[in-house]
Protein backbone atom coordinates (compact mmCIF):
# COMPACT_ATOMS: atom_id res chain seq x y z
CA UNK A 1 0.00 0.00 0.00
CA UNK A 2 0.80 3.99 -0.40
CA UNK A 3 3.72 5.07 2.08
CA UNK A 4 3.05 8.71 4.06
CA UNK A 5 6.18 9.35 6.29
CA UNK A 6 6.40 12.25 8.71
CA UNK A 7 9.22 13.89 9.97
CA UNK A 8 10.15 14.27 12.36
CA UNK A 9 8.44 11.64 14.93
CA UNK A 10 8.52 13.76 18.15
CA UNK A 11 9.63 16.94 18.71
CA UNK A 12 10.41 19.14 22.00
CA UNK A 13 10.87 22.59 21.90
CA UNK A 14 11.00 25.81 24.10
CA UNK A 15 8.12 28.31 24.04
CA UNK A 16 8.32 30.86 21.13
CA UNK A 17 10.20 28.75 18.93
CA UNK A 18 9.05 27.44 15.79
CA UNK A 19 8.89 23.87 14.25
CA UNK A 20 8.87 22.57 10.81
CA UNK A 21 6.82 19.02 10.41
CA UNK A 22 7.47 17.33 6.85
CA UNK A 23 4.74 14.86 5.48
CA UNK A 24 6.05 12.75 2.43
CA UNK A 25 4.22 10.69 -0.23
CA UNK A 26 6.70 7.86 -0.50
CA UNK A 27 5.54 6.23 -3.53
CA UNK A 28 2.53 8.28 -5.50
CA UNK A 29 2.05 11.62 -6.04
CA UNK A 30 -0.52 13.45 -3.77
CA UNK A 31 -2.45 16.00 -5.78
CA UNK A 32 -4.17 17.00 -1.82
CA UNK A 33 -2.60 16.90 1.16
CA UNK A 34 -3.87 17.32 4.95
CA UNK A 35 -3.17 18.23 8.42
CA UNK A 36 -5.24 17.09 11.13
CA UNK A 37 -4.69 17.64 15.18
CA UNK A 38 -5.35 15.65 17.73
CA UNK A 39 -5.37 16.21 21.07
CA UNK A 40 -5.04 13.30 23.62
CA UNK A 41 -8.09 10.59 23.76
CA UNK A 42 -9.55 13.14 21.42
CA UNK A 43 -10.58 12.45 17.62
CA UNK A 44 -8.63 13.78 14.81
CA UNK A 45 -9.83 17.20 14.07
CA UNK A 46 -9.48 18.71 10.69
CA UNK A 47 -6.90 21.61 10.27
CA UNK A 48 -5.95 22.46 6.78
CA UNK A 49 -6.37 21.42 3.07
CA UNK A 50 -3.13 21.45 0.47
CA UNK A 51 -3.35 21.09 -2.81
CA UNK A 52 0.06 21.38 -4.56
CA UNK A 53 1.17 24.86 -6.03
CA UNK A 54 -1.94 26.71 -4.23
CA UNK A 55 -2.80 27.93 -0.82
CA UNK A 56 -3.77 26.00 1.67
CA UNK A 57 -7.50 25.90 2.51
CA UNK A 58 -7.84 26.12 6.64
CA UNK A 59 -11.04 25.32 9.14
CA UNK A 60 -12.66 27.56 10.79
CA UNK A 61 -10.63 28.85 14.12
CA UNK A 62 -7.39 27.48 12.56
CA UNK A 63 -4.59 30.50 12.43
CA UNK A 64 -3.31 30.14 9.00
CA UNK A 65 -0.91 32.74 10.25
CA UNK A 66 0.53 30.76 13.29
CA UNK A 67 0.26 27.30 11.14
CA UNK A 68 2.12 27.86 7.65
CA UNK A 69 2.02 25.35 5.43
CA UNK A 70 3.66 24.61 2.08
CA UNK A 71 2.78 22.01 0.12
CA UNK A 72 6.09 23.08 -2.29
CA UNK A 73 5.79 19.71 -4.14
CA UNK A 74 3.69 16.80 -4.95
CA UNK A 75 5.26 14.51 -2.47
CA UNK A 76 6.42 16.78 -0.27
CA UNK A 77 3.83 19.51 2.32
CA UNK A 78 5.28 21.20 5.42
CA UNK A 79 3.39 22.17 8.34
CA UNK A 80 5.47 25.17 10.40
CA UNK A 81 4.25 26.10 13.95
CA UNK A 82 5.44 29.58 14.35
CA UNK A 83 5.74 31.09 18.10
CA UNK A 84 5.06 27.83 19.48
CA UNK A 85 3.47 27.85 22.83
CA UNK A 86 2.49 25.05 25.28
CA UNK A 87 -1.25 24.87 24.08
CA UNK A 88 0.07 23.86 20.74
CA UNK A 89 1.11 20.68 22.27
CA UNK A 90 -0.97 18.19 20.12
CA UNK A 91 -0.21 15.26 17.72
CA UNK A 92 0.30 16.25 14.26
CA UNK A 93 -1.15 13.64 11.76
CA UNK A 94 -0.90 14.46 8.12
CA UNK A 95 -2.52 12.68 4.77
CA UNK A 96 -2.16 12.39 1.46
CA UNK A 97 -4.67 11.52 -1.40
CA UNK A 98 -4.44 11.16 -5.06
CA UNK A 99 -6.01 10.20 -8.10
CA UNK A 100 -5.61 7.33 -10.34
CA UNK A 101 -3.81 4.41 -9.85
CA UNK A 102 -4.95 4.53 -6.37
CA UNK A 103 -7.71 5.51 -5.94
CA UNK A 104 -9.56 8.55 -4.71
CA UNK A 105 -11.57 7.19 -1.86
CA UNK A 106 -8.85 6.37 0.71
CA UNK A 107 -6.43 8.58 2.53
CA UNK A 108 -3.05 7.84 3.92
CA UNK A 109 -2.06 8.50 6.57
CA UNK A 110 1.16 9.25 7.87
CA UNK A 111 2.79 8.09 11.55
CA UNK A 112 1.87 11.37 13.31
CA UNK A 113 4.00 13.87 14.89
CA UNK A 114 4.02 14.77 18.21
CA UNK A 115 4.76 17.77 19.53
CA UNK A 116 5.71 18.88 23.14
CA UNK A 117 6.27 22.69 23.90
CA UNK A 118 8.21 23.83 27.23
CA UNK B 1 -18.83 19.68 13.49
CA UNK B 2 -18.42 16.10 13.95
CA UNK B 3 -19.80 14.31 11.34
CA UNK B 4 -19.86 10.64 12.80
CA UNK B 5 -20.02 9.55 16.35
CA UNK B 6 -18.97 6.33 17.37
CA UNK B 7 -20.23 4.53 20.47
CA UNK B 8 -19.53 2.81 22.79
CA UNK B 9 -17.00 5.43 23.65
CA UNK B 10 -14.95 2.60 25.45
CA UNK B 11 -15.51 -1.09 25.46
CA UNK B 12 -13.66 -3.69 27.65
CA UNK B 13 -13.85 -7.57 26.71
CA UNK B 14 -12.17 -10.50 26.98
CA UNK B 15 -10.29 -12.08 24.32
CA UNK B 16 -11.81 -14.57 22.09
CA UNK B 17 -15.12 -12.41 22.69
CA UNK B 18 -16.54 -10.61 19.88
CA UNK B 19 -16.61 -6.40 19.96
CA UNK B 20 -19.09 -4.38 18.29
CA UNK B 21 -18.62 -0.60 17.56
CA UNK B 22 -21.34 1.43 16.23
CA UNK B 23 -21.06 5.35 14.27
CA UNK B 24 -23.84 7.17 13.39
CA UNK B 25 -23.72 10.23 10.92
CA UNK B 26 -26.02 13.15 10.05
CA UNK B 27 -25.62 13.78 6.17
CA UNK B 28 -25.49 11.58 2.86
CA UNK B 29 -22.46 9.96 2.57
CA UNK B 30 -19.70 8.67 -0.60
CA UNK B 31 -18.25 6.10 1.68
CA UNK B 32 -17.60 5.09 5.10
CA UNK B 33 -14.36 4.25 6.49
CA UNK B 34 -13.10 2.56 9.75
CA UNK B 35 -9.47 3.06 11.12
CA UNK B 36 -7.17 2.14 14.00
CA UNK B 37 -4.94 4.18 16.06
CA UNK B 38 -3.03 2.52 18.58
CA UNK B 39 -1.63 4.69 21.76
CA UNK B 40 0.41 7.20 20.27
CA UNK B 41 0.67 5.96 16.89
CA UNK B 42 -1.06 7.05 13.71
CA UNK B 43 -4.02 5.65 11.48
CA UNK B 44 -4.40 2.38 9.89
CA UNK B 45 -6.70 2.26 7.51
CA UNK B 46 -8.41 -0.83 8.23
CA UNK B 47 -11.95 -1.01 5.76
CA UNK B 48 -14.21 1.09 3.04
CA UNK B 49 -17.79 1.03 2.73
CA UNK B 50 -19.78 3.01 -0.05
CA UNK B 51 -22.87 4.38 0.14
CA UNK B 52 -24.23 1.97 -2.31
CA UNK B 53 -22.91 -1.39 -0.28
CA UNK B 54 -24.56 -2.85 2.98
CA UNK B 55 -22.19 -5.56 4.24
CA UNK B 56 -18.13 -5.76 3.77
CA UNK B 57 -15.62 -8.40 5.53
CA UNK B 58 -12.31 -8.38 5.71
CA UNK B 59 -10.52 -10.90 8.09
CA UNK B 60 -12.52 -10.80 11.23
CA UNK B 61 -13.62 -8.04 10.52
CA UNK B 62 -16.99 -7.21 9.54
CA UNK B 63 -18.45 -3.87 8.77
CA UNK B 64 -22.37 -2.65 7.99
CA UNK B 65 -23.62 0.34 6.11
CA UNK B 66 -27.48 1.38 7.26
CA UNK B 67 -27.86 4.19 4.80
CA UNK B 68 -31.32 5.09 6.07
CA UNK B 69 -30.37 5.05 9.44
CA UNK B 70 -27.19 6.61 8.80
CA UNK B 71 -25.47 4.45 11.18
CA UNK B 72 -22.76 1.77 10.51
CA UNK B 73 -21.09 -0.80 12.56
CA UNK B 74 -18.00 -2.46 13.07
CA UNK B 75 -17.87 -6.27 14.14
CA UNK B 76 -14.25 -7.95 15.40
CA UNK B 77 -14.60 -11.51 15.87
CA UNK B 78 -12.48 -13.72 18.13
CA UNK B 79 -11.23 -10.55 19.11
CA UNK B 80 -7.21 -10.39 20.40
CA UNK B 81 -5.02 -8.45 22.82
CA UNK B 82 -3.19 -7.03 19.93
CA UNK B 83 -7.01 -5.66 18.57
CA UNK B 84 -6.40 -3.30 22.26
CA UNK B 85 -6.52 0.52 20.46
CA UNK B 86 -9.09 3.39 19.60
CA UNK B 87 -11.39 2.72 16.55
CA UNK B 88 -12.66 5.62 14.53
CA UNK B 89 -15.13 5.87 11.60
CA UNK B 90 -14.37 8.64 9.14
CA UNK B 91 -17.21 9.77 6.66
CA UNK B 92 -16.16 11.37 3.02
CA UNK B 93 -19.46 12.85 3.31
CA UNK B 94 -21.21 14.17 -0.56
CA UNK B 95 -21.06 17.57 0.96
CA UNK B 96 -17.28 18.12 2.37
CA UNK B 97 -15.60 17.77 -0.30
CA UNK B 98 -12.45 15.57 -0.18
CA UNK B 99 -11.63 15.39 2.89
CA UNK B 100 -12.95 12.65 5.72
CA UNK B 101 -14.59 13.76 9.24
CA UNK B 102 -13.86 11.80 11.97
CA UNK B 103 -15.66 10.78 15.06
CA UNK B 104 -14.93 10.79 18.63
CA UNK B 105 -13.59 7.31 18.31
CA UNK B 106 -14.05 4.01 20.82
CA UNK B 107 -11.43 3.46 23.10
CA UNK B 108 -11.53 -0.67 22.83
CA UNK B 109 -9.15 -3.41 25.85
CA UNK B 110 -9.02 -6.44 25.23
CA UNK B 111 -7.57 -8.53 28.06
CA UNK B 112 -5.96 -11.51 27.68
Known amino acids: GAVVSQHPSWVICKSGTSVKIECRSL??????MFWYRQFPKQSLMLMATSNEGSKATYEQGVEKDKFLINHASLTLSTLTVTSAHPEDSSFYIC??????????????FGPGTRLTVL | SQQGEEDPQALSIQEGENATMNCSYKTSINNLQWYRQNSGRGLVHLIL?????REKHSGRLRVTLDTSKKSSSLLITASRAADTASYFCATDAVNYGQNFVFGPGTRLSVLP
Open chain 1, 27 to 32: DFQATT
Open chain 1, 95 to 108: SARTSGRLGTDTQY
Open chain 2, 49 to 53: IRSNE
